[in-house]
Structures are given as C-alpha cells and as structure tokens.
C-alpha cells in the first residue's frame, strides 16, 4: 500500500493537484523582492564605483557581493518554504538560544568593532551580524507561544513573549545597536497585538518603556553618539554640529537633488563624488533618491506596499493562528525597517543605521530578509493543507 501511494501522490502533483504547495506560489510578492533585490545591485554599484576606481580597486566588488549575498538569500529562502513552515515552530527554541549565545560571544574580543558598535563576527571577507538573525527566530518563538493562547494572550504568556523579545534586546542594546533593539520591540508588539494582548497590558508596558528610556539618559547609559543623533534630529534645520547632523543634511540634499526624474542612473553628483556616508548601506534610499528621482522613489514605495499587503494578506489566509502570527512578525519586522530607513533619509526620524530590507548592501540583512518572506510564502502555499 505505501509503495503505490508515493507515485500517486506524485502523479495527482504533476497532473495539477489544486493543494500541492508550489501550486500556491505568492508570485506577486516574489515579484516584488526580486525587483527590490535587482535594483539593490543597481543601487549599491553607482554608490560604490567611483571611490572603488579611484582607489585603484574593481569597482564591481560591491555589486560581485551583493549579487552573490542575493544568491545565497534565494538557496535559502527555496530551502525554508521546502518544508512546512510548522516544523520550524519545532526547532525555534533551539535556534533562538543559539541566536542568544551569538549575542553574547560577539561582546567578546571575538566580536569586530565597526562604526562604534561590536555587532559583528569576520568569517573572511563576510561580515556576520547575529542581530538580523535574531529577528527572525524571535519572530517563530513570539508566534509559537502566542498560538498557544485562545482569543486573548493573558499575563503569564505576555510576560514570557516579553522575556523572549527583552533578553536579545538588550544583548544588542550593549553593542550598541539602537536600530536592531527597537526592530525587535516593533517584532513583539506586531506579534502580542495580533495574538490578543490586553490593552492594560500594553499600557503597563508602554509606561515602563517611557521610564526605561528616561533613565538611560538620566545617568548616561547611552553613548555620545546616540544622544548626537537624538539632539541633531530634534533641532533638524538648524545646521549640522555632530557627523549625524552632517549625514541627515547631506542625504535630504541627495535626495532633493532628484527632482522628479532623477540625474540618471549612475549620473547622480552627490553619489558620484561621495557626500553621503555610508551611502551603500544605511543611505541607500538617497540613490534612488537622487538618480531615479521621485518617480523612481515612489514606484519603490509601490513595491515595498505589494509585499506588506500580499504578508497582511497570507496573515489573513492562515489556516492556524501560528501561521498568522508569523507574518504579523514578519510584516512588523518589515514595515518598521523601511519607515524608519526612509524617514532618516528624508530627516523625519532620528538615525539609528537600519538597513532598507533588499537594498541596503550586506549579506546579513538579505539573507534574513529572504528568511522572513520564505517564511511567509510558505504559509501561503500551505495554506490549504
């Protein structure tokens, strides 16, 4: 009897069975992150070549890195949705400590220090950020145990979620990394909202983060550049006094500099001659900004919309509360990076160096970006099963 099913089973897939899983291919955000992704390498190249050529270097390095870090996010992402996406609720717990543990070791002398903040490990000329893999196995766990409550997550759940989401939150606020800290509160509030939190509690917990935050600056547990870039936003438009101010300032002049159209790809002048730091990870929007100009901007506003409403919709055609709560952690992950991103560009939100998810240059952030959305395709395709 068993030897007759598989090739019945088989034979009903290749004859189109209507709830085999790659029949229920989310073709439109595919679509969508692919075009984001293929106008990373466009993007990182025309902030990187000029200074590569004029260092003597190949200025196709970047784009060579990106190209290969886009590759890899695809393997990977291909490898997630083979499996049914409720195994992974399995294996999360073992995952997330594992992630805890990475936290941990990169405070130590085998962590690198880059721009102020040790959040990385050197593997070869690969850069490993064990921050952006936590977001996503927080994402499974916070969904794990959120699908174990009914129609409201009370006190002891909710406590637990904030333990889950807290201890790697603070590991990375040592770094420190404010950016990836508040991608994770963002993670926890888009999961526990979804899973039924009570609005007392959240209110308890919004009072405790308004103390937490006060007394980190009462007695100077935020570094000199953090508070700088707090104060520079606060008095945004009245002159750059710290390097983040000169940042902000030289990104909304990039972007302004776009006009409608744009200069051109590979024509920008503020890219082309370096004014904008960091232009090919954490200012990445300032290209597009400026050598696609508002057209080009808001056409890329239009696909990071196709892939929140196609993750808000899969979340909806969830046939368990587990699969919902994964893409609500996932479109939260999602849908603060890209707010926050953008808006440090434009000079309405502090900057924090959150990459743009599928544009910013580096392997880490493509690589859990394909993760997060593997995830969500695979609770799409399964989702008559």
């Not at 040790?118 to 952006?132: D, R, T, Y």
């Not at 009370?154 to 040592?174: E, I, K, Y």
């Not at 290209?287 to 808000?312: D, K, N, P, Q």
Request: net charge neutral.
């Amino acid at each position: 009897m068993q030897t007759s099913a598989a090739p019945g089973r088989l034979g009903a897939v290749l004859r189109g069975d209507p709830a085999a899983p790659w029949r229920h291919l989310d073709w439109p955000l595919l679509g969508a992150a692919l075009s984001i992704a293929g106008l990373s390498c466009l993007m990182v190249f025309s902030a990187t070549r000029t200074s590569m050529a004029e260092a003597g270097l190949d200025p196709y390095t970047y784009l060579k890195r990106q190209a290969a870090f886009l590759g890899i996010g695809l393997v990977v992402a291909a490898v997630v949705v083979s499996l049914d996406y409720r195994t992974y609720r399995d294996i999360a717990p073992g995952v997330y400590l594992g992630c805890l543990a990475l936290l941990v070791l990169v405070l130590t002398p085998l962590g690198t220090e880059v721009n102020s903040a040790q959040s990385w490990f050197e593997v070869g000329s690969f850069q490993l950020q064990p921050a952006e893999l936590t977001k996503v196995a927080v994402v499974v766990v916070l969904a794990a145990i959120g699908a174990t409550s009914r129609s409201t997550l009370n006190r002891q759940r909710f406590l637990v979620c904030g333990a889950v989401a807290g201890v790697p939150a603070a590991l990375v606020l040592r770094q420190p990394d404010m950016g990836s800290t508040l991608v994770l509160m963002a993670i926890f509030l888009g999961v526990v909202v979804v899973a039924g939190a009570r609005p007392r509690h959240l209110a308890v917990l919004a009072a405790v983060g308004v103390l937490g935050v006060w007394a980190m600056f009462h007695f100077d547990q935020v570094d000199d550049y953090q508070r700088d870039r707090l104060t520079d936003f606060a008095r945004s438009g009245s002159g750059a006094t710290t390097s983040s101010g000169f940042q902000a300032e030289q990104a909304e002049t990039a972007i302004g500099a776009g006009g409608l159209f744009g200069a051109g790809l590979y024509e920008g002048t503020q890219t082309k001659l370096g004014f904008v730091p960091e232009q090919q990870t954490d200012f990445i929007f300032t290209v597009v900004g400026e050598e696609l100009g508002f057209a080009g901007s808001a056409t890329l506003l239009v696909l990071y919309g196709v892939i929140v409403w196609r993750i808000w919709r899969t979340a909806r055609l969830s046939r368990d509360t587990f699969g919902t709560l994964v893409c609500a952690g996932v479109l939260a992950m999602i849908l603060f990076q890209v707010f926050e991103n953008m808006g440090m560009s434009m000079g309405i939100m502090p900057i924090t160096g959150l990459p743009l998810p599928l544009l910013s240059y580096g392997g880490s952030s493509m690589i859990t970006t394909w993760i997060a959305l593997g995830l969500v395709l695979d609770v799409h395709m399964r989702r008559f099963s």
